[in-house]
Structure formats: structure tokens, C-alpha cells
């Protein structure tokens, strides 16, 4: 099966966010393939609707859709990595989405299998790459019980 898709909107221009997103991403088993879309132009509504085709049109047919909205789920490192246990096991190709400026279309979240949140912080797309790749390498970490992440919590 090929390795899980990360469908983002904008182009990475080097600096500090792509960086952070090659490291971690080096250190996933599969890394995410990166594809690139190009960022639309016009109203909001419209960039939205332009950037929602586009990602339909790249995702995989029969893929896995998992995209990266404000109003997802939030889950803690425990269950992320439950939820992509089950997501290998669903034998679908696995597609992450990351929106661009104006967020995702509606058409994109009608279509998504999951709804991912990183929180209720607004970040930026670029940095959001690398935000992913950490939180599914850690998830790939407790699942290998790999001393990476530590459990301890303040109660």
C-alpha cells in the first residue's frame, strides 16, 4: 500500500516550519508523502470552493480522508494513536488534508472520513505540517512502546 498522503494547500518555502515538518516526518515508518496544492484566489467563499475541488480531485479513490479542522476531534496522544491503529486497519489509502487560509470547503468535510483538531488555537497551515508529523510519530511511539512519549501527567 502506499504511504499515507498529506494533501496541503500552499507551498512550503523553506525556513523553520518546513524544517520542523522534515525532521519529524523522516522519523515516521512510512513518512507522509507531501503534495502541494496551489493556493486560489478570490473571495473567500470562492478560494474555499476552488481549494475544495482541488483536494477532491487529489485525493486517492476509496482513500481514508482525515482532515485537520477547528472542529474535530481533539484527542490526546493516547487516542490518536488508537485512531491511526484503526485507521491501518481499515486497508484504505490514508490521506490527511490540510486546508489553506480560508479553511476547508464544506464539500471537503462532507467528504472526511475523520475530523482531526489540534487544538482550538489557530496556527499557521505551514506549521500545522509539522505539528502532524510530531503527533503521528509520537502516536507511532506508544504503539511501539517507545520511550519517546512519556505518559506522566500532572494529576
Known amino acids: 500500500m502506499a504511504p499515507p498522503l498529506l494533501l496541503a494547500v500552499g507551498r512550503a518555502r ?7 515538518f522534515e525532521h519529524h516526518n523522516a522519523r515516521l515508518r512510512p513518512p507522509l508523502a507531501l503534495r502541494e496544492l496551489a493556493e486560489a484566489r ?3 467563499a470562492e478560494i474555499r470552493r476552488r481549494e475544495g475541488a ?6 486517492p479513490e476509496g482513500a481514508l480522508a482525515i482532515a485537520l479542522d ?15 491503529t484503526r485507521w491501518a486497519e481499515a486497508a484504505r489509502p490514508l490521506a490527511f488534508v490540510i486546508g489553506g487560509a480560508e479553511g476547508l470547503d464544506e464539500s471537503v468535510l462532507a467528504r472526511a472520513d475523520h475530523r482531526l483538531s ?3 488555537l ?3 497551515h505551514m506549521l500545522v505540517r509539522g ?5 503521528l510519530f509520537r502516536a507511532q511511539c506508544i504503539r511501539a512502546n517507545h520511550p519517546y512519549h512519556r505518559a506522566w501527567r500532572p494529576g
Request: proline share 10%; charged share 15%; net charge negative.
Open 14 to 20: 523553506g525556513g523553520p516550519e518546513a524544517a520542523l
Open 54 to 59: 482541488a483536494i477532491l480531485a487529489a485525493l
Open 42 to 44: 478570490g473571495s473567500p
Open 70 to 84: 477547528l472542529g474535530g476531534e481533539m484527542p490526546d496522544s493516547e487516542r490518536l494513536a488508537a485512531l491511526t
Open 131 to 135: 505539528l502532524l508529523a510530531e503527533a
Open 118 to 120: 489540534l487544538g482550538r
Open 122 to 124: 489557530t496556527w499557521p
